[in-house]
């Protein structure tokens, strides 16, 4: 899957899509928007007007002249803190609506194409995050660059009534230091960061091999070594940065210099428009001291463009997802009138249906109560074979008869954060207490049902856990009348995997098993072997 | 949520002191810098509408000044872009070091189980990138801000003592707020979060565990559960937000009130004509200046929590590895005999002990197999073996010196070891057996994985760190044929064999353990096996046999 970042029209295109998808969306929208304005409002207008209201003072007018101008300076004052912790509240209650609307459409499209056996890599990983990628992208990039766009173009009106010169020389600056520069920032830092993904990976891939193998490296004296290219690395990788850091330091001198060429302006303009009789003299602080406060505006501009380019990259590949056509059928559908005693493959061709065949010809059939081990090189299709046989997805070639009810019992099956019981009620969400009950004491699991296990929960054993996905299997209302073993024992130690192997033969004595394996204690218990080599349709390393 | 100010980190950040030193100073200087921008502008705007003219009094002229005023902003610009560098570099500095010394830690202490794998890649590759915002934005802020407002605050108040009543007022006001209301909503915000988490990791568990899900034609069903967790995060989410804000607003809130009441105040006196314009500019454009520097610091606050919090993992873990090296070369010792003297170890914080009462004696050219129980300590047991673990309780002495005492790379030197579950390094089949001696050719290579068994691993197949594409079996053959070879290579005394996981015919391993034997070499194996068991000289019973 390749990865590429989402274009700004996909960005701006999933944004207007998930926004009505909420109760009253355009109008959270709107509300943070105008927040957000009302804030920089009130910085830009608390300098603004006070220097206008000096001015004035320094005139010497009556008081009664002042009072509206004192009453807008305290407004402004109050204002920024209250509501710059509205805009924040707002916005990021809209960004977490769109958060869950994509979880929920990403959850929804990976649930309905068929995962299991499929070479994902980290997508799933990588998924949970990446639609994280939307709260910054509404809160820290879309939200202020729009705020800002309309106060840029209301400040330039309002100075223009002022001095159209001064007003001009603001717009212009300010769309050099909000727009240019941070863009131009981005650009060259984002590649200052693609020079550095390779010293990112090569770290990643060292700090891996020395944490997964530390008693191995130095049981070989080889930990001094692996640490002197650590250093080499790290020295590549800060190097690398080094040079995002030069950029955005450039950018942000950039945005200050720029600020400062508008206030010189303004005084150049604006004090020759005094002299000159034009304007009056009042008014030549306001063209100063408003450019001085929209600088605060766009100082987090070149981050906003670098969160940026982190979230277009992540929502590309949430894109990719969502728009991944459907492969097999997600969900196993069980074929209740199947009515197959055992299981029949005749000339079964098997590979993804979005890449080439893997496996063709395959005949197999293995009788009630018969355990046919499936041995073959690593990649050579064993998963796929068992998700066909699933019927997850279709053959390619050939038939397939099955019994209607096929347990899978595989090496990684997952633990999730809940009890043991509804664990378990994954293989039968209508289970009775006792039905779990006896599933757990014919998959040998002596643990209390409503323990909550899993990430937050207490840890299990691999013994245990293979023992929960035993018991996820046995059940099921019908003891299953075909058993796919896929590497069960794979991460167990011997005695675990021989104590499972025991149990599990016991509780589905009557069922045909398919035994997929490298373990030559678990071939040995199958009554014949089948090298699946024969019938593979590209070599395999 | 750790201190903001760590005694620990402070003291790691040797390597990053100058350039800290170095951003804080440009932060000062700004300072300086944006004072002589508030009186230039103030006089030069005051000196056009005092006049109705190009006068800039007590400057000697209108472009004089504004010549003035553009190299303030250049020197500015000049601090910023040096400031970025400067940040940069000192945290990077930082991170570099915290970097080495975790991988130092872990190679200490290599089976140590109280950090899992992920948990430190995770850290070092990017936990640690969270000290940016500590070294590079919250420390030196923290300097900044304890000199800036100081500084202006003076100014103030010698131009308007008014106004520096105001200042000196809200100032601290501003911060025994933030801190009060930071601690009053702390407590509450932590136990917000911990639900939070269990919450949104609800996503996490659904979505990792699809493919299981699938299996059991359960996963669209779970679409409708999944709305209602999302919900119910949202709504909790918020409460905790609208709570975490209120700190940083209130500091907002306070800190624009004042200058709003400043600009009001001093307004109201220019008219009596207690002020010109320029000292009334003057001062309004100071005002703000007094309060951003603490404004930042409660910005950067949150930057630098998760980045603590990041370092005190780091260096819980460095400090649990620190222990004395012992530095006698085990290469003199002549033959190896292991006494093991009432053995132990309890992991701190483990309910029982790992190994208890542990007493062994090895003698050159035995087999030796320890059995019992799972968890009866027999990995542990060859784990402090290997000087991998310290014991808690009694000692290994080798040929009567302390195992503790010996240089440990000199002691594994004379150890050819196949773990549990053998560990692959990035390369080749070829380049994972060469770890046994770097020096052997490719016959040396093929023939000792030939005995192994694995006579269909090609030497040139690409290996991933966690030995991907290689079965367990596959790669505890692969063990096999290194330890071969490194006993072969000569000077290694002792083989330790842990017990495999499941996938290995035990003819070979059994051929091959009679191999090494026959050179006179120690065996030390922990094994239930039948083959491995028939040609032990001694079986050793270990622990009291406690299944966990």
């Known amino acids: 899957m390749s990865d590429r970042s989402a274009t700004m029209p996909q960005v701006i295109g999933l944004t207007r899509s998930l926004i009505p998808r909420m109760p009253r969306g355009w109008l959270r929208f709107t509300s943070s928007l105008a927040m957000a304005v009302l804030t920089a409002v009130s910085s830009i207008g608390l300098m603004g007007l006070s220097a206008w209201l000096l001015s004035r003072a320094a005139e010497h007018p009556p008081v009664m002249y002042l009072t509206a101008a004192a009453v807008g300076v305290r407004f402004f004052g109050i204002g920024r803190g209250v509501f710059r912790y509205l805009e924040r509240l707002v916005g990021h209650e809209l960004a977490f609506r769109m958060q869950s609307l994509l979880r929920m459409d990403s959850y929804a499209k990976l649930a309905d194409t068929t995962l299991l056996g499929r070479r994902l890599g980290d997508l799933l990983v990588r998924v949970i995050a990446d639609v994280e990628a939307i709260v910054d992208l509404l809160v820290r990039v879309i939200m202020p660059f729009c705020s800002a766009m309309v106060v840029i173009a209301g400040?330039?009106?309002?100075?223009?009534?002022?001095?159209?010169?001064?007003?001009?020389?603001?717009?212009?600056?300010?769309?050099?230091?909000?727009?240019?520069?941070?863009?131009?920032?981005?650009?060259?830092?984002?590649?200052?960061?693609?020079?550095?993904?390779?010293?990112?990976?090569?770290?990643?891939?060292?700090?891996?091999?020395?944490?997964?193998?530390?008693?191995?490296?130095?049981?070989?004296?080889?930990?001094?070594?692996?640490?002197?290219?650590?250093?080499?690395?790290?020295?590549?990788?800060?190097?690398?940065?080094?040079?995002?850091?030069?950029?955005?330091?450039?950018?942000?001198?950039?945005?200050?210099?720029?600020?400062?060429?508008?206030?010189?302006?303004?005084?150049?303009?604006?004090?020759?428009?005094?002299?000159?009789?034009?304007?009056?003299?009042?008014?030549?602080?306001?063209?100063?001291?408003?450019?001085?406060?929209?600088?605060?505006?766009?100082?987090?501009?070149?981050?906003?463009?670098?969160?940026?380019?982190?979230s277009r990259s992540a929502l590309g590949r949430v894109l990719q997802v969502l728009h991944a056509p459907a492969i097999g059928t997600g969900d196993r559908v069980v074929d209740q009138d199947a009515t197959t005693v055992g299981l029949v493959l005749e000339g079964v061709g098997v590979g993804w249906p979005d890449a080439?065949?893997?496996?063709?010809?395959?005949?197999?059939?293995?009788?009630?109560?018969?355990?046919?081990?499936?041995?073959?090189?690593?990649?050579?299709?064993?998963?796929?074979?068992?998700?066909?046989?699933?019927?997850?997805?279709?053959?390619?070639?050939?038939?397939?008869?099955?019994?209607?009810s096929i347990g899978y019992l595989a090496q990684d099956a997952h633990i999730f954060a809940t009890s043991v019981a509804e664990n378990i009620r994954i293989?039968?969400?209508n289970a009775s207490d006792k039905q779990v009950a006896r599933a757990m004491e014919r998959a040998g699991l002596s643990l209390d049902p409503e323990r909550v296990i899993g990430e937050l929960g207490a840890t299990l054993s691999g013994g245990e856990a293979q023992r929960i996905a035993l018991a996820r299997v046995l059940v099921a209302d019908r003891i299953p009348e075909l058993m796919i073993l896929d590497e069960p024992t794979e991460h167990l130690d011997r005695q675990s995997a021989e104590a499972l192997l025991d149990d599990l033969f016991a509780a589905t004595n009557q069922a045909a098993m398919v035994v997929i394996t490298h373990d030559h204690d678990l071939m040995s218990r199958c009554d014949r072997i089948v090298d699946l080599s024969q019938w593979a349709q590209r070599s395999v390393r | 949520m750790a201190a903001p100010l760590d005694r620990r980190l402070l003291h790691r950040a040797t390597a990053a002191k100058i350039f800290l030193v170095a951003v804080g100073a440009t932060g000062i200087l700004n300072g300086v810098a944006v004072v002589a921008q508030a009186w230039l502008i103030a006089h030069l705007v005051a000196g056009v509408f005092d006049t109705g003219g190009f006068h800039a009094a007590p400057l000697p002229g209108f472009t004089a000044g504004l010549w003035c005023l553009a190299t303030v902003f250049v020197v500015r610009a000049v601090l910023v872009w040096a400031t970025s560098r400067w940040a940069h570099r000192a945290s990077a500095a930082v991170k570099s070091q915290l970097r080495i010394e975790l991988m130092r830690a872990r190679l200490k202490r290599p089976s140590d189980a109280t950090t899992t794998s992920s948990q430190l890649i995770h850290l070092v590759t990017q936990g640690l990138d969270a000290l940016d915002g500590y070294f590079a934005k919250f420390l030196p802020q923290m300097m900044i801000a304890i000199f800036v407002p100081a500084g202006i605050w003076v100014i103030i108040t010698i131009t308007d003592w008014v106004s520096g009543i105001i200042v000196a007022i809200t100032i601290p006001l501003v911060i025994v707020f933030m801190v009060l209301i930071g601690l009053a909503t702390r407590s509450e915000v932590d136990k917000r979060l911990a639900a939070q988490t269990k919450l949104a990791n609800h996503f996490a568990d659904l979505v990792t565990g699809l493919p299981t899900l699938q299996v059991f034609g359960r996963a669209k069903a779970q679409s409708k559960g999944l709305e209602v967790t999302e919900q119910a995060a949202r709504t909790s989410t918020m409460k905790t937000l609208a709570m975490a804000f209120a700190s940083g607003g209130v500091l907002e809130f306070i800190a624009t009130l004042s200058v709003a009441l400043i600009a009001v105040n001093v307004g109201f006196r220019t008219?009596?004509?207690?002020?010109?314009?320029?000292?009334?500019?003057?001062?309004?454009?100071?005002?703000?200046?007094?309060?951003?520097?603490?404004?930042q610091v409660g910005a950067h606050f949150h930057d630098s929590a998760d980045g603590t919090a990041a370092a005190q993992m780091a260096l819980d873990i460095i400090d649990a590895a620190e222990r004395p090296i012992g530095v006698i070369d085990a290469a003199g010792l002549g033959a190896i005999t292991v006494v093991f003297e009432n053995v132990g170890v309890h992991h701190e914080g483990a309910a029982r002990p790992s190994l208890s009462g542990l007493n062994l004696e090895l003698s050159p050219g035995r087999t030796v197999v320890l059995v019992g129980a799972s968890g009866a300590g027999k990995s542990t047991a060859l784990s402090v073996l290997m000087g991998f673990t310290t014991p808690t309780t009694g000692r290994v002495t080798v040929c009567g010196v302390d195992l503790a005492d010996l240089d440990p790379e000199s002691w594994r030197s004379r150890i050819a070891w196949v773990s549990q579950d053998p560990g692959m390094v990035r390369g080749t089949i070829s380049s994972n057996v060469r770890m046994g001696n770097p020096g052997a050719d490719d016959d040396a290579v093929r023939s000792a994985l030939d005995r192994c068994g694995a006579e269909s691993l090609a030497l040139d197949r690409p290996i991933a760190d966690d030995g991907e594409g290689l079965s367990a079996g596959e790669r505890r053959r692969v063990a096999m044929a290194r330890a071969l070879l490194r006993v072969e290579a000569g000077g290694v005394d002792l083989l330790v064999l842990d017990e495999p996981t499941a996938g290995l015919d035990q003819t070979t391993e059994t051929r091959v353990v009679e191999l090494v034997r026959s050179m006179g070499v120690l065996v030390v194996a922990v094994t239930h096996r039948d083959a491995l068991l028939s040609i032990a000289d001694e079986i050793v019973e270990v622990g009291s046999g406690v299944r966990s």
């Open chain 1, 356 to 404: 080439g065949e893997i496996l063709a010809g395959v005949d197999l059939h293995v009788a009630p109560g018969e355990r046919v081990g499936i041995v073959g090189a690593s990649g050579l299709g064993k998963t796929t074979l068992a998700v066909t046989i699933m019927g997850m997805i279709p053959p390619t070639a050939g038939t397939i008869s099955a019994p209607a």
């Open chain 2, 271 to 295: 008219v009596d004509g207690a002020f010109d314009l320029a000292t009334a500019l003057f001062v309004l454009m100071l005002a703000p200046e007094a309060y951003l520097p603490i404004r």
């Open chain 1, 427 to 429: 293989g039968n969400k």
């Open chain 1, 155 to 310: 400040t330039s009106v309002l100075l223009a009534l002022f001095s159209p010169g001064a007003a001009l020389l603001l717009l212009v600056t300010s769309l050099l230091s909000g727009v240019v520069i941070p863009w131009a920032a981005q650009r060259w830092s984002h590649a200052a960061d693609i020079r550095a993904i390779p010293a990112r990976g090569e770290l990643g891939d060292l700090v891996r091999e020395m944490t997964l193998n530390a008693t191995d490296l130095v049981a070989h004296q080889m930990g001094e070594k692996r640490l002197a290219e650590l250093a080499q690395v790290d020295d590549d990788l800060r190097a690398a940065e080094a040079r995002g850091a030069w950029t955005r330091g450039v950018a942000g001198a950039g945005q200050l210099f720029f600020t400062g060429m508008t206030v010189v302006g303004g005084l150049v303009i604006g004090g020759a428009a005094v002299v000159s009789g034009q304007m009056p003299g009042r008014d030549l602080a306001i063209l100063v001291l408003v450019p001085l406060a929209m600088h605060e505006i766009f100082a987090d501009f070149s981050r906003a463009a670098q969160t940026l380019t982190r």
